[in-house]
C-alpha cells in the first residue's frame, strides 16, 4: 500500500471521528441567527433551498461529516457560489449544530406522506407534462431533481399559485397567421422580425411578424391551480413527494 494511499485513509478515518463541541440546545439557538443572517439570502430561512441547495435534508454534496460542514462552511466551496464564512470555529460549529437540527426535523418527516404525494402526482396526471428521472412529459419543467434545489414553500406555491412565479421559458405566445390559422405554445425566442415557439405537440415553429394577423404573450401558467382540488393534507403529501426528488448522495 502506497503512502499516500494510506495518508488518505488515515484522514478520511480522522475526518470521520471529529465531532461537533458546540451542539447544545444554545449552540443551536446561536447558530439559527447567524444562518439566517448569512445563509439564508441563498439557502433559505428554513435552509430548505434557493438560489443554494437545500440543506435541511441532510443530503450535502461536499461531504457530509461534521469536520467537512466545518470545512465547506469555513472555507467556501471551489467552483461553486458557496463563499467562506470568516467567523471563528466556534461559530461554525454552532452554524453546523443549527443545520443538524434541520436533518433531524426532516428525517421525522412521514414516509407515508412521500408515498401517497407519489401516487397523487400519477393519479393528478402531473406526468403529462412533467418528467422524472426520464418518464413523463416535457412540456412543463424537469422535475427529477426538484426537491435539491426548491423549497416547501416554493413548491407549495407552485402547486395551488402557478400563476405566482412564470418563468420567461414558460410564457405563453398565442398569435394568428396569415391564413387565419391559430397557434399556441411556449415562448423559446423572438426579436424585432421573427418569433420562436413550441407548440402544445411539441413542434417548434418561426414566423416573420409582418406575416402574423395577431400576436401576444400571456405571462401567466399552463398548469392548472390544484389549490381548489386538493385538500391541504394532499398538498402538504405532494409536496413531501416534490421535496423528496433529489440526487442519489454521492458516495465517498
Keep these: 500500500m502506497s503512502r499516500l494511499v ?3 485513509w488515515t484522514l478520511e478515518f480522522f475526518a470521520q471521528q471529529v465531532k461537533n463541541p458546540h451542539s447544545s440546545a444554545e449552540d443551536v439557538a446561536q ?3 447567524t444562518f439566517r443572517s448569512h445563509c439564508s439570502p441563498c439557502h433559505g430561512l428554513k435552509g430548505d433551498g434557493g438560489r443554494g441547495p437545500n440543506l435541511s435534508n441532510g443530503v450535502f454534496y461536499h461531504g457530509s461529516t461534521d469536520a467537512e460542514l466545518l470545512t465547506n462552511i469555513s472555507d467556501g466551496i471551489a467552483g461553486t457560489e458557496m463563499p467562506g464564512l ?3 470555529s466556534d461559530r461554525v460549529w454552532q452554524v453546523v ?3 443538524r437540527s434541520l436533518n433531524s426535523a426532516s428525517e421525522r418527516r412521514s414516509q407515508r406522506g412521500v408515498e401517497q404525494g407519489s401516487m397523487l402526482f400519477k393519479n393528478q396526471g402531473c406526468g403529462r407534462c412533467h418528467r422524472i428521472k426520464g418518464h413523463g ?3 412543463g419543467p424537469d422535475l427529477s431533481e426538484i426537491g435539491k434545489t426548491r423549497a416547501r414553500e416554493h413548491l407549495r406555491q407552485a402547486i395551488v399559485e402557478p400563476d405566482a412565479d412564470v418563468r420567461p421559458r414558460y410564457w405563453v405566445v398565442i398569435l394568428t397567421g396569415a391564413d387565419g390559422k391559430k397557434y399556441e405554445g411556449f415562448l423559446m425566442n423572438e426579436d424585432t422580425y421573427t418569433v420562436q415557439f413550441i407548440d402544445m405537440s411539441e413542434q417548434l415553429h418561426s414566423m416573420q411578424k409582418s406575416e402574423l394577423t395577431s400576436y401576444r404573450i ?3 401558467s399552463k398548469m392548472p391551480s390544484y389549490g381548489g382540488k386538493l385538500t391541504g393534507e394532499q398538498v402538504s403529501q405532494l409536496v413531501d413527494y416534490l421535496s423528496s426528488l433529489r440526487p ?3 458516495s465517498r
Excluded: H, T, V
Design 6 to 8: 494510506l495518508l488518505f
Design 137 to 139: 412529459g416535457r412540456m
Design 248 to 250: 442519489a448522495k454521492e
Design 97 to 99: 449544530a443549527y443545520i
Design 218 to 220: 400571456d405571462k401567466i
Design 31 to 33: 447558530g439559527e441567527k
Design 86 to 88: 470568516f467567523y471563528s
